[in-house]
């Protein structure tokens, strides 16, 4: 199956060459057939190439690879692999709560009608802080984790529903689901990555597709 990668490659191909052409044997824009193959392959399909680019670019930056393509982000990516199911992205991760192949972004977007546009820029900030030598020696969140990329998927589940943590106290439960009470709060979920922990931690072994482990 041709993929949209393939399909762009093919594009620039066809409009590189179309280019060549032109420039090689600039009378062919002298007849209106000519003239609009010209402005096909000057205007259409760089608009058209640059459209799928992005779009291709911007698929490929939801995956848990790209992510961890910083050096930064390379702890974070091992304490997904950390074989204790108390740490919350190591046992979202193993047990597939969460899509592996995407498992930073599910987990990092927000869940509103302008989420994916937000996550991008924020990704945008990532980027420019690798690239320009300004990485924080301490790197933190640029807002509080706000409940709602939880609820959006545990809402309504039953053992989010009827945990007995989250039951405790008549309002515990309502105070999460407002966000009033942060599931990052001291006593529930309180140790996320836990990068200090790494050196001493036993690591889980994921089992690839074909059988064979890391």
């Known amino acids: 199956m041709i993929g949209p990668l393939t399909t762009l490659i093919g594009i620039l191909v066809v409009a590189g060459f179309l280019a ?9 824009t002298l007849t209106r057939g000519g003239k609009m193959l010209a402005f096909v392959s000057l205007f259409v399909f760089p608009v058209f190439s640059l459209a799928m680019g992005t779009s291709e670019h911007m698929e490929r930056s939801k995956s848990t690879a790209f992510c961890l393509t910083c050096h930064v982000m390379e702890d974070y990516g091992k304490s997904l692999h950390i074989d204790d199911p ?3 992205p190591a046992a979202h991760y193993q047990n ?3 899509p ?6 599910t987990c990092h977007t927000d869940y509103t009608m302008f989420g ?3 996550a991008k820029l924020r990704g945008l900030r990532h980027v420019y802080a690798q690239v320009s030598g300004q990485v924080p020696e301490k790197l933190s969140l640029y807002s509080p984790y706000n409940n709602r990329e939880c ?5 309504g589940s039953r053992s989010f529903e009827e945990g007995a943590t989250h039951n405790a106290e008549p309002d515990r439960l309502p105070k999460i689901k407002s ?21 001493d931690a ?7 597709s074909d059988g064979e482990g890391n």
């Open 116 to 118: 994916t546009f937000s």
């Open 96 to 98: 597939n709560r969460v």
């Open 86 to 88: 108390s740490f919350l």
């Open 151 to 155: 609820l959006h998927c545990h809402a």
């Open 100 to 105: 592996r192949g995407q498992a930073c972004y």
């Open 20 to 28: 060549a052409v032109f420039v090689f044997r600039p009378g062919i």
């Open 202 to 208: 036993k690591f889980w072994s994921e089992v690839k």
């Open 179 to 199: 966000n009033e009470l942060s599931c990052l709060s001291s006593g529930c979920h309180e140790s996320v990555h836990n990068i200090a922990g790494l050196k």
